[in-house]
Nanobody
Framework: QVQLVESGGGLVQNGGSLRLSCAAS????????MGWYRQAAGKQRELVAR???????NYVDSVKGRFTITRDNTKKTVYLQMNSLKPDDTAVYYC????????????????WGQGTQVTVSS
């Protein structure tokens, strides 16, 4: 079994910064893509940023130049540095990862974290 545990959410003022972390644990052989998604109240969950196991990244247009996704493969952790935050960034942020486990060693399984709330006040 795999767990993804997020941390770092909270309340911040317009223009402020936050850093989210997501640590994976369990019977993990390797992790392929990792990413961050968000879901605002009344809206669908959307991709914010993803990073491959060799560091290739992609971002939704609305966060380009403000957010940076990184990962530490030795710690099985993905980060999201969020700068110049806006009220529109308010959402629950979810960690996501494609994980190859000891049990399912021939294919990757997709896992989600429990989510962390980010609130940006105007």
């Amino acid at each position: 079994q795999v767990q993804l545990v997020e941390s770092g959410g909270g309340l911040v003022q317009n223009g402020g910064s936050l850093r989210l972390s997501c640590a994976a644990s369990g019977s993990i052989l390797s992790i392929n893509d990792m990413g961050w998604y968000r879901q605002a109240a009344g809206k669908q969950r959307e991709l914010v940023a993803r990073i491959t196991n060799i560091g290739r990244t992609n971002y939704v247009d609305s966060v380009k130049g403000r957010f940076t996704i990184t990962r530490d493969n030795t710690k099985k952790t993905v980060y999201l540095q969020m700068n110049s935050l806006k009220p529109d960034d308010t959402a629950v942020y979810y960690c996501n990862a494609d994980v190859v486990t000891v049990v399912s060693r021939w294919f990757a399984t997709n896992y989600w974290g429990q989510g962390t709330q980010v609130t940006v006040s105007s």
